[in-house]
Nanobody, 123 residues
Framework: QVQLVESGGGLVQAGGSLRLSCAAS????????MGWFRQAPGNQRELVAG???????KVADSVKGRFTISRDNAKNTVYLQMNILKPEDTAVYYC?????????????????WGQGTQVTVSS
């Protein structure tokens, strides 16, 4: 069982930056692939970025060059650095975990989810 708690969301102006954090419980964090997803009102939840146990990353085309995912296994934490934010990045951002990387980045059905954190980008 893994529990995930996101933090770092908020209101920011277009062009600004935010860093989201996701703290995971348990002693096996390093064995889980992690991902960040987002869902805007009226839209389906979509993958933003994923990271393997070994640190290989995948980033959605819509945020490539602006967002970076990273992990610190010593702190049981995964991060999403978001730069050059745009109004269309406004959404609830969710952290997710699964032992299978493909369930995070391909089928987007990871077993564990956080409660979400709101990111609002004003124009």
């Amino acid at each position: 069982q893994v529990q995930l708690v996101e933090s770092g969301g908020g209101l920011v102006q277009a062009g600004g930056s935010l860093r989201l954090s996701c703290a995971a419980s348990g002693r096996t964090f390093s064995s889980y692939a992690m991902g960040w997803f987002r869902q805007a009102p009226g839209n389906q939840r979509e993958l933003v970025a994923g990271i393997t146990v070994g640190g290989y990353t995948k980033v959605a085309d819509s945020v490539k060059g602006r967002f970076t995912i990273s992990r610190d296994n010593a702190k049981n934490t995964v991060y999403l650095q978001m730069n050059i934010l745009k109004p269309e990045d406004t959404a609830v951002y969710y952290c997710a975990a699964d032992k299978q990387y493909l369930k995070v980045v391909v089928s987007t059905t990871p077993d564990y989810w956080g409660q979400g954190t709101q990111v609002t980008v004003s124009s």
